[in-house]
């Protein structure tokens, strides 16, 4: 078996160095703030925040805020036009900057009981229209990623997979999406995988994995892997981001050096914290 340094094409660790943008800019003023992500160039940041502890039963209603970047400032944070009535959360960009994608357990019609999350998009521009994928299962869906092809990753926990949840693909179809298949074994596990990252290339995927042998927190740590030839390569934690609490939602920034992700801590809060990459190596280090 590889060592874990070997296998590391890329090692992570949190840096007080120069980056994309400092997270706190984007307080909205709640307890918690998760899965900042910014449209391809740089220019609008979109993220989930709430308040309530993390995993208590205070952990309320989630809301997608928005800001912009003009004349050297960012806007004050303000909801998205569509979130604030349901629980909303997971936001990510498509590469061609149209879509914006989410997971929600809003009514999928009208007499729609169900809580579970949905994927949903919105159209940035040209239409605002929003719109539930035909991916989604009866079981909960999360973190929806899109790559340059129009390949939509996520994960889910529906049945048909390797453990508790998986991550799944789905090839683009015209303005749809084919039939999810599941990631092999190299990725999902017997355990748990919930929410991922994937470059526009699809060569490059960070995703948070719980209850694995190798975790430094049970509750979730992040791995890393690329893609070869042969398919995507045995995932390998990045044990310098790690914590003792849940560390999720990779999100890359379009300089394609700082990457953004959530660390919470049972009964504590969520907050968003950074790596960066080094130039010269291709790696993320202090």
Request: charged share 20%; glycine share 8%.
């Amino acid at each position: 078996m590889r060592s874990r340094t070997s296998a590391l094409a890329f090692l992570l660790a949190i840096s007080q160095a120069s980056f994309a943008q400092d997270p706190s800019v984007f307080d909205a003023g709640l307890d918690n703030q998760m899965g900042l992500v910014f449209s391809p160039d740089g220019n609008t940041a979109f993220w989930t925040a709430w308040n309530g502890r993390w995993g208590s039963k205070s952990d309320n209603q989630r809301t997608i805020y928005m800001s912009q970047l003009k004349d050297g400032s960012w806007s004050s944070p303000s909801a998205m036009p569509f979130s604030g009535d349901y629980t909303d959360d997971d936001p990510f960009v498509s590469p061609d900057g149209r879509w914006l994608y989410f997971v929600s357990n809003r009514p999928a019609f009208d007499d729609d009981k169900s809580s579970d999350g949905d994927i949903w998009r919105y159209r940035i521009r040209d239409g605002h229209e929003l719109e539930r994928l035909s991916v989604n299962s009866s079981s909960a869906e999360y973190s929806p990623v899109v790559t340059a092809s129009g390949t939509l990753y996520f994960a889910s926990s529906r049945e048909g997979g390797y453990g508790q949840g998986d991550l799944y693909m789905a090839t683009a179809n015209g303005s749809s999406f084919n039939t999810p298949s599941a990631l092999g074994p190299t990725i999902n596990s017997a355990t748990g995988e919930w929410n991922l990252w994937v470059s526009a290339d699809e060569k490059e995927m960070i995703f948070e994995a719980s209850s694995r042998s190798s975790n430094i927190s049970v509750a979730g740590d992040l791995y890393y892997t690329t893609r070869s030839a042969q398919g995507w390569e045995p995932a390998v934690p990045l044990d310098r981001l790690n914590s003792s609490g849940s560390d999720l939602m990779p999100r890359m920034h379009p300089d394609g050096e700082t990457l953004y992700f959530t660390t919470a801590l049972i009964g504590g809060t969520a907050r968003v914290t950074i790596a960066k990459r080094d130039d010269q190596t291709g790696r993320f280090s202090p």
